[in-house]
């Protein structure tokens, strides 16, 4: 019989992982990610910040401690939350690259955006400009590819930095 204790589970792949758990392990380990939108650039700061050591393993095991416990504290039923996600879930699926968003990140986000008349005026002036929303649909899809081919259009850096002003970037 071995008395030596198990060794801690290995953390997940960074590329296994979803945006918001990329920037909540970033953000536990102090590493700053507010700008990036490219989900590679993001697991790349984390699998340097890992080698490096930036952040206290101490933290991140305390910060996965309190989301375990609040997953086991939480009702088992259904809640309008719950109802809200998956309804969230089931449009963006119909979205292109909508299943690559990531439904927490987006909730919040949506929640933000009803709180705030400036950000609400800002998606909505976004929404009703075709050539903006299709620039949109393709910066989520394709990332620096779609970045790169409106770089230079300045109609859609505009609005892509008045969402970023006000929704905010992590």
């Avoid at 590493?31 to 101490?58: I, K, M, N, S, Y």
């Avoid at 933290?59 to 609040?70: D, G, I, K, L």
Wanted: charged share 30%; aromatic share 2%; hydrophobic share 40%.
């Amino acid at each position: 019989m071995n008395d030596t204790p198990a060794e801690p589970a290995a953390p997940p792949e960074p590329s296994a992982m979803t945006v918001a758990q990329l920037k909540a392990e970033l953000r536990t380990r102090a590493v700053p990610c507010g700008g990036v939108f490219d989900r590679h650039e993001l697991e790349a700061l984390l699998e340097r910040a890992r080698e490096e050591g930036t952040g206290d393993d101490r933290v991140r095991e305390a910060a996965q401690a309190e989301v375990t416990a609040a997953a086991k504290a939480a009702p088992s039923t259904p809640s309008a939350a719950d109802a809200e996600q998956e309804e969230l879930r089931e449009l963006l699926k119909s979205m292109p690259g909508g299943d690559k968003v990531d439904v927490d990140e987006a909730m919040v986000t949506m929640r933000r955006a009803m709180a705030d008349p400036q950000a609400l005026s800002v998606l909505q002036d976004v929404a009703t400009n075709p050539k903006c929303m299709q620039a949109m649909q393709e910066l989520a899809t394709q990332g620096d590819a779609a970045y790169e081919k409106y770089a230079n259009d300045r109609e859609v850096m505009e609005a892509l930095s008045k969402l970023t002003s006000v929704l905010g970037s992590s």
